[in-house]
C-alpha cells in the first residue's frame, strides 16, 4: 500500500512538473508570437485579367531575441482570397510536400518571406472586379507567424491564361473531396508519364496522390514522344495515354491505381469538357 501511494506521488509530481514546461513553452509561444506582424503588399493594386498578381509577404520582429520562421508558409493554400462577390477564390496551387525554409529574425528587424509571390498561380481569379487578399497565418516549429493585413486588387476585364480557361473547364466535373492543381506560370515544360519534355502545362486532379486517388492531365504545345528510358513502376504509374486535341493542344492523361474504381468516367469527362478531337 505504501509503494503505491509513494508511484501516485511521484506520478503527481511528473505531471505538475510537465505541466510547468507546457505552460512555459505555450507563453514562449504566445511571447514570440505577439512580438511578430506580418505585413501584405502588392506589388501592383490594378491589374487585368489574366495578369500576374504578385504580392510581397514580411514578418517584422519586434522580440527581444532571435526568431525563426519558415518561408515554406506560403507554400500552400493560406490566403484569402475572396472575389468581387464575396466568395472565396478556389484553390488550384501545389499540393504535396515542401522543404522547410527557416529564416531567422533579428530582433527589431525585418524579413521577407515571400517575394512577388503569383497568387495566380494559386487561385482562380475568373471574374472581374475588386478582390480582398490577406494571409491567413499558420505555425512552424513552435513558432507561430500570425496573420496579416488585408489588401484590395482591381482586377479589370483582360482574357485569362489559356491554361486558366482549361481549369475553369475542368474544376465543375471533379468528384467531391477532389481538388484540382495546375502548373505555375513560369512552368514552361511538361513531361507526360512515359513521354519527352515538352512544351505545355499540367492541370491534376486528385483527391490523395500517395494512395493513387488522381487523375493526371498534361496539355501540350507539341507531341510528346515515348521515352524508352522511363519504366512503369520507377518514375510514374503508368504509361500515359493520348487523347486527342483540343484548342491546339495535345492531351495526355493516366490514371493513378485507384482512380478507375473511384472515377470510373473519368477520361470521357475530361474528354468532353475538353472538347478533345481524337486524330
Given at each position: 500500500m505504501e509503494t503505491v501511494i509513494?508511484?501516485?506521488?511521484?506520478t503527481a509530481v511528473l505531471l505538475v512538473t510537465l505541466l510547468a514546461f507546457a505552460t512555459q513553452e505555450m507563453k514562449g509561444r504566445e511571447t514570440h508570437s505577439n512580438?511578430?506582424?506580418?505585413?501584405l503588399v502588392a506589388e501592383k493594386t490594378a491589374v487585368r485579367r489574366g495578369d500576374p498578381i504578385r504580392i510581397f509577404l514580411r514578418v517584422k520582429s519586434q522580440a527581444e531575441e532571435?526568431?525563426?520562421v519558415d518561408k515554406s508558409a506560403t507554400a500552400f493554400d493560406c490566403f484569402d482570397a475572396t472575389?468581387?462577390?464575396?466568395?472565396p477564390a478556389t484553390y488550384v496551387g501545389f499540393i504535396g510536400q515542401a522543404v522547410s525554409e527557416p529564416v531567422r529574425v533579428q530582433p527589431s528587424s525585418t524579413v521577407t518571406i515571400a517575394d512577388r509571390l503569383d497568387l495566380t498561380d494559386k487561385y482562380v481569379f475568373q471574374k472581374a472586379g475588386?478582390?480582398?487578399?490577406?494571409?491567413?497565418?499558420?505555425?512552424?516549429?513552435?513558432?507561430a507567424v500570425p496573420g496579416s493585413n488585408a489588401i484590395t486588387v482591381d482586377v479589370a476585364p483582360g482574357q485569362l491564361?489559356?491554361?486558366?480557361?482549361?481549369?475553369?473547364?475542368?474544376?465543375?466535373?471533379?468528384p467531391k473531396g477532389w481538388y484540382l492543381t495546375k502548373s505555375p506560370r513560369d512552368?514552361?515544360?511538361?513531361?507526360?508519364?512515359?513521354?519527352?519534355r515538352v512544351a505545355g502545362y499540367s492541370a491534376h486532379i486528385c483527391r490523395d496522390y500517395y494512395h493513387g486517388e488522381a487523375l493526371y492531365v498534361w496539355l501540350t504545345k507539341a507531341e510528346a514522344q515515348v521515352d524508352p528510358e522511363q519504366k512503369p513502376g520507377i518514375n510514374f504509374f503508368s504509361q500515359s495515354e493520348y487523347l486527342g486535341r483540343t484548342r491546339g493542344l495535345y492531351v495526355y492523361v493516366a490514371e493513378a491505381s485507384k482512380t478507375p474504381a473511384l472515377w470510373p468516367k473519368a477520361i470521357d469527362v475530361i474528354?468532353?469538357?475538353?472538347?478533345?478531337?481524337?486524330e
Open positions: 509513494r508511484m501516485r506521488a511521484i512580438a511578430l506582424s506580418s505585413i532571435e526568431v525563426t472575389d468581387p462577390d464575396g466568395q475588386r478582390y480582398s487578399i490577406r494571409f491567413r497565418g499558420g505555425e512552424h516549429q513552435g513558432t491564361t489559356e491554361l486558366d480557361q482549361l481549369v475553369i473547364r475542368l474544376l465543375p466535373v471533379r512552368q514552361q515544360e511538361v513531361a507526360p508519364f512515359g513521354r519527352s474528354s468532353r469538357v475538353l472538347q478533345i478531337v481524337k
